[in-house]
């Protein structure tokens, strides 16, 4: 599968950005999908997760409540919402996906196959 991530920008605090992925193929329907982010000079970064249903979708302390992610697999199309935008969010944003069972591990970059080429987010104070 080939994804293609949309939608950054540049944004004030407290703002929002709704970033797409898109998907070639016609299995979206059965990958899991994450969203990652990396800031110059830190690791990439578990952003959030959803299953392949999107039965099931799962963030960290640090964006919980601020973010949301949801897909249509008949687009092939998973967006993540964010809202309340901090400096702190600035990042190159990254969608993925895996076929894989990933369990405990959809917080790790490594267990996903496939990746898009990222897009920037940029968030002033």
């Known amino acids: 599968v080939q994804l293609q991530a949309s939608g950054g920008g540049y944004v004030q605090a407290g703002g929002s950005l709704r970033l797409s992925c898109a998907a070639s193929?016609?299995?979206?329907?059965?990958?899991?999908m994450g969203w990652f982010r990396q800031a110059p000079g830190k690791e990439r970064e578990f952003v959030a997760y959803i299953s392949w249903s999107g039965g099931s979708t799962y963030f960290p302390d640090g964006v919980k409540g601020r973010f949301t992610v949801s897909r249509d697999n008949a687009k092939s199309t998973v967006y993540l919402q964010m809202n309340s935008l901090k400096p702190e969010d600035t990042a190159v944003y990254y969608c993925?996906?895996?076929?894989?069972?990933?369990?405990?591990?959809?917080?790790?970059?490594?267990?996903?196959?496939?990746w898009g080429q990222g897009t920037q987010v940029t968030v002033s104070s």
């Open positions: 993925a996906a895996s076929r894989r069972a990933l369990g405990s591990g959809y917080v790790v970059a490594e267990r996903y196959e496939y």
């Open positions: 193929g016609r299995t979206f329907s059965t990958y899991a």
